[in-house]
T-cell receptor, first 112, second 110 residues
Framework: DGGITQSPKYLFRKEGQNVTLSCEQNLNHDAMYWYRQDPGQGLRLIYY???????QKGDIAEGYSVSREKKESFPLTVTSAQKNPTAFYLCASSTDWGGTQYFGPGTRLLVL | SQQGEEDPQALSIQEGENATMNCSYK?????LQWYRQNSGRGLVHLIL?????REKHSGRLRVTLDTSKKSSSLLITASRAADTASYFCASDNAGNMLTFGGGTRLMVKP
């Protein structure tokens, strides 16, 4: 069953805490992406990775960090420096740059 | 920065009617894509139209692209209640990453 998965579905963060969102794909895609979506809004790019061991900042990278140690995995850490982290986070992957993106089901992050 | 902007932001129609959504973008593109998002879910790719194409069909979907006006439209014919969702355009601007618009929220009433 091929696809892209995200976990957890819901995540609660306490003040000053770092939290990590998981994204895994078994589509053998080189490129992976993290987006943030606020209610009623479009997607904003946080980070992207075109190939393993390489990643680049997107439009709103401040307060976030990523790693790409394996082709299948692209975890996103929301650090305590991100002052307004409440949002819906979407991970995606694609075979090549600018091609069709395949999205995971998303993680909703809430602040306690 | 948002490359694409959808119009209208929200659309409410009756089942069986056609729904038209428009998208404008700012710079030259390689292709333009349309995605659908059900509430609280991930996005699903619907259709891709390349910069040298003017029209493309997929089932009840029809997409047009006018590169001179930097605009695209998505037409859903004979809409169904199950078409209720948000629809996003995304432009691949010549070697850069996909940039998504703000979306059109479509409500199809049974």
């Amino acid at each position: 069953d091929g696809g892209i998965t995200q976990s957890p579905k819901y995540l609660f963060r306490k003040e000053g805490q770092n939290v990590t969102l998981s994204c895994e794909q078994n589509l053998n895609h080189d490129a992976m992406y993290w987006y943030r979506q606020d209610p009623g809004q479009g997607l904003r790019l946080i980070y992207y990775s075109q190939i393993v061991n390489d990643f680049q900042k997107g439009d709103i990278a401040e307060g976030y960090s990523v790693s790409r140690e394996k082709k299948e995995s692209f975890p996103l850490t929301v650090t305590s420096a991100q002052k307004n982290p409440t949002a819906f986070y979407l991970c995606a992957s694609s075979t090549d740059w600018g091609g069709t993106q395949y999205f995971g089901p998303g993680t909703r992050l809430l602040v306690l | 920065s948002q490359q694409g902007e959808e119009d209208p932001q929200a659309l409410s129609i009756q089942e069986g009617e056609n729904a038209t959504m428009n998208c404008s973008y700012k710079t030259s593109i390689n292709n333009l894509q349309w995605y659908r998002q059900n509430s609280g879910r991930g996005l699903v790719h619907l259709i891709l139209i390349r910069s040298n194409e003017r029209e493309k069909h997929s089932g009840r979907l029809r997409v047009t692209l006018d590169t001179s006006k930097k605009s695209s439209s998505l037409l859903i014919t004979a809409s169904r209640a199950a078409d209720t969702a948000s629809y996003f355009c995304a432009s691949d601007n010549a070697g850069n990453m996909l940039t998504f618009g703000g979306g059109t929220r479509l409500m199809v009433k049974p």
